[in-house]
């Protein structure tokens, strides 16, 4: 069974500082997609990157950036020049890479305030 | 962009009736459509699985009797909760997967609450 652990509840950063997420998870694949998504106040959930396992370069887009370290299981997500529209509850999630239907396995989340 | 509705985005109804919500696809078929549940301030959990012209796939621990799923069509998937009672209010997002994109890219819905009274 795969784990999605997110092991800050609540964040907050100053407005254009950088901050970071962390998420560890724990799985036997050795194929697997990470993915980061965010969730505003309005619900709707946003894709913000992902990861492809087998990609040693770390993935990133504009402000977004992440540390994927596969031996220690860790994918930490880096948002740089905070806004105050990335005031949201941030998810953490697993995918298998082939087989099944794909199921999306989500961490506990972390809240994130930017203060202006 | 792949854009997925949710219909209704909230409903309020009175314990024992069943409910339906409503997820589309709206420019793209979705031959796999997942149902999640988000109490508040927690994460979302899968329920289940709907492929198109099939028995959907349940999350143990979800009572099928009760969440009714039905995918009778590439661009349409119902959930109905069945003799609601108050505990299972709660916010329900759908999320959709088209065949023709890769295999990771899953669209969320907006999401519906639903508050049984």
């Known amino acids: 069974a795969q784990t999605v652990t997110q092991s800050q509840p609540e964040m907050s950063v100053q407005e254009a500082e950088t901050v970071t997420l962390s998420c560890t998870y724990d799985?036997?694949?050795?194929?697997?997609?990470l993915f980061w998504y965010k969730q505003p106040p309005s619900r709707q959930m946003i894709l913000v990157i992902r990861?492809?396992?087998?990609?040693?370069q770390n993935a990133t887009e504009n402000r977004f950036s992440v540390n994927f370290q596969k031996a220690a299981k860790s994918f930490s997500l880096k948002i740089s020049d905070s806004q105050l529209g990335d005031t949201a509850m941030y998810f953490c999630a697993f995918m298998k890479h082939a087989g099944g239907a794909n199921n999306l396995f989500f961490g506990t989340g972390t809240r994130l305030t930017v203060i202006p | 962009g792949a854009v997925v509705s949710q219909h209704p985005s909230w409903v309020i109804c009175k314990s024992g009736t069943s409910v339906k919500i409503e997820c589309r696809s709206l420019?793209?078929?979705?031959?796999?459509m997942f149902w999640y549940r988000q109490f508040p301030k927690q994460s979302l959990m899968l329920m289940a699985t709907s492929n198109e012209g099939s028995k959907a796939t349940y999350e143990q621990g979800v009572e099928k009797d009760k969440f009714l799923i039905n995918h009778a069509s590439l661009t349409l998937s119902t959930l109905t909760v069945t003799s609601a009672h108050p505990e299972d209010s709660s916010f329900y997002i759908c999320?959709?997967?088209?065949?023709?994109?890769?295999?990771?890219?899953?669209?969320f819905g907006p999401g519906t609450r639903l508050t049984v009274t």
């Open positions: 799985t036997s694949e050795n194929n697997y997609y």
């Open positions: 990861q492809e396992a087998y990609k040693q």
């Open positions: 999320s959709a997967r088209s065949p023709s994109t890769t295999s990771y890219e899953q669209y």
């Open positions: 420019d793209f078929q979705a031959t796999t």
